[in-house]
Each structure stands twice: as C-alpha cells, then as structure tokens.
C-alpha cells in the first residue's frame, strides 16, 4: 500500500520490486494498492481515513490470508486496526518498532520515551494475543529508529576514540548491539541496481521479525 510520491523514491520502488520476486519464488500473489498521500490536500487525517473506509473492500479482494504492508508511518495504526479487526496479516512496519502504530491501533498507554523494549514489546504482544491476532502480527522487537539512532552515535564515538573503522560492516553492527541485547541484525552495502557495485558508505540494515504470539 503506497502512493506516486513515495514510489518515485529509488529505495521504496526497489523494495516493491523484492517484495514482487520474492513472492514469484514462493508462488504468492503480489498486488498493490493505491492510498492517499498524507503529504497532499486530505492531508494525514483523511489519509488515515481511507485506510479505515478502504480496507472492507481490500479484505473483500484478498482475503483472509493477505498480508499487508504500508510505505507510510502516518498510515500505519489504522491499517494494523483494520487487519485486527477483519482479518489478515501484518508482518511489520515501514519503520519497524512495538511503538510503531500498535499503541494507536490497540488502544495502548506505553510510555513513548522508554528504551525497555523488551517491555515495551511483551505489553504490544500481549495486547495483540488478546484480540485474536497470535501469529498474524509482527515487528522488530527493538525500534529501527531508536537503534539506528544510538548505534550510529556509539558507532561515530568508538571511530573517534580508534575502536572501529568507519566502514567496517561487523564493527556497526557490533554498536547496533549494544543497544539491542539479543537481536540480530543483518548489515550489507547498498548495490547499484544498473552496475551491480556496491556503495562503500551506503549501508541497508534490518533486524530479524518477532511475530507476536507465534508458538
């Protein structure tokens, strides 16, 4: 779920086209859908309204076993309601985080400023399981951009202080870590799609999923 604006940027339309193989490898349907543009004249709250008012139609479409992913933040509560609420999965968000939409959509008082995620998560989990969505719900357990945050900060101290290279993929990742006890994160340079050529100082990275309530 998109619109024109975000899939003229190189990096969203590039990750559709994964998302679209990726699919084609393991014989699932790709679709997309059009939303309205937080960032045009119906503003986020209508945009967030068409969520709610369209979804019917694409459970209708789809079913329940579609899962759906949205390209915008702002669009991301109602959307995570709506598959509660009528069927579906939702494997994670855009910017991925228990504090990402769930709060919104599940009615939740979660203190934002905290780092305890561990917490944070186990509260988000227990919400969902409650409402009927075990397994059909999922997030990074740790906030991409809290961690990117923090991680980036130690990482640029510990270049300064001559513990790390600046580059060096396994020494990002190890300051990635320090705020995210537990998780794995996978680190890689971002290749050129025309050449194949890797950027030397620009770096994807993603935390494995949790899905909430999965046995």
Known sequence: ISFPRHMEYETMARRARIMEAACEEFGMRFAQEEALDPGGDSGITGAQAYIIDTFPVWHDKYGDNAAYFCTSDGLTWPLIKQVLDNGGYFIEQDSASPMMGYPEALDLDLNAGSSDFTSLLKEVETAVVAQGGAGRFGTWPYSY?????????????????????????????????????????????????????????????YEDTYVMGDP
């Not at 961690?147 to 790390?164: D, F, M, P, R, Y």
């Not at 990002?172 to 996978?186: L, V």
């Open 145 to 205: 951009g809290y961690v990117t945050s923090a991680g980036l900060a130690q990482h640029a101290i510990n270049v300064i202080e001559g513990k790390s290279e600046l580059l060096d993929l396994g020494d990002i990742a190890d300051a990635f870590m320090a705020f995210s006890p537990g998780a794995d994160w996978n680190i890689s340079a971002y290749v050129n799609s025309e050449t194949g050529e890797p950027y030397p100082n620009g770096i994807l990275v």
